[in-house]
């Protein structure tokens, strides 16, 4: 086990830098330089300013844009091996520093809307595998389906209308994280605050993915629960509840481990919208910001931690299988 593990570490390594060389290759080609966008700020608002090509040659020197693009993409690899990803265009702050400061709130709502998605949507694909085919079934399918279309922009638009205090009820806080001068309250305070705060983009995180899980989790449980060893099961006299929990739950999972690697990113790209939306100065609304103001530094930086967290999460589910399946063993992925 430990050296399947070692093997897919040191398997990152090489995936890590690929993503990385298309990701920097792209943003060099893209239009618009960071050059011109920095000397644009500079003369905002100044009507005398005059930009030369003199000028222009000396903001790309400065941010080291008059180099090849194979020399730049060496030295942002040589410094994202000591986690240094160099200083931000915008306010030449480093950007480990900004990334360090949003990263934690983008990994609360993540991890907090991961354990939302599995707590509610497995019961219920378990619960609505028995009830297959009744009305209250039918009824919440054709429910989350309609919850699966619904664009997250607008659900998030809705929620602050009828529960933001916009035209109705004034019940969750709709900017930031925690309240203004909330850092010297006692802790349970705190703890209330972020609660309310962190609520409504939760749910905007959360409800097309249990649309999705829960369904997922349905249609498992229901292959599993027509098998042959249920039946026996059955003929046993075992009970039902025994039935599900002991026998069919554990080989009905080996499908919502596989969703793990594949919601993780998904959620992780959906917080630049609630994050922009909910004005929560986190990872996705940092991109966002650095992605308009051809920020390369921080984008690079950005997309090089959202990689190395799928591939992580990638990682945690095929370990995740063998531990749900025992048939399955490191040894044979070896081979």
Known sequence: MKQYIAKRILLLIPTLLGISLITFA??????????????????????SGEVTAELIEQTKKLYGLDKPIHVRYWEWVKGMATFDFGESFKDHR???????????????????SMIALYLLAIPWGIYSSRIAGSKLDRAVTVGLFVLYSLPTFWVATMLILFLGGGEFLDVFPTYGYETYGAESWPFF???????????LPLVCMSYGGLALLSRYARVSMLEVIHQDYIRTARAKGLSEKVITLKHALRNSLLPLITLVASIFPSLFGGSVIIETIFSISGLGKLGFEAIRSNDYPVVMAITTISALLTLVGILISDLLYVVADPRISFEEREA
């Open 189 to 199: 305070a705190r703890l209330w605050d972020w609660t309310l705060h962190l609520f």
């Open 26 to 47: 792209i943003i060099n080609m893209a239009p618009g330089s960071p050059a011109n966008a920095r000397i644009a700020q500079i003369f905002a608002g100044e009507a």
């Open 94 to 112: 480093p950007v480990i520093d900004k990334i360090l400061e949003a990263l934690p709130i983008t990994m609360i709502l993540n991890i907090l």
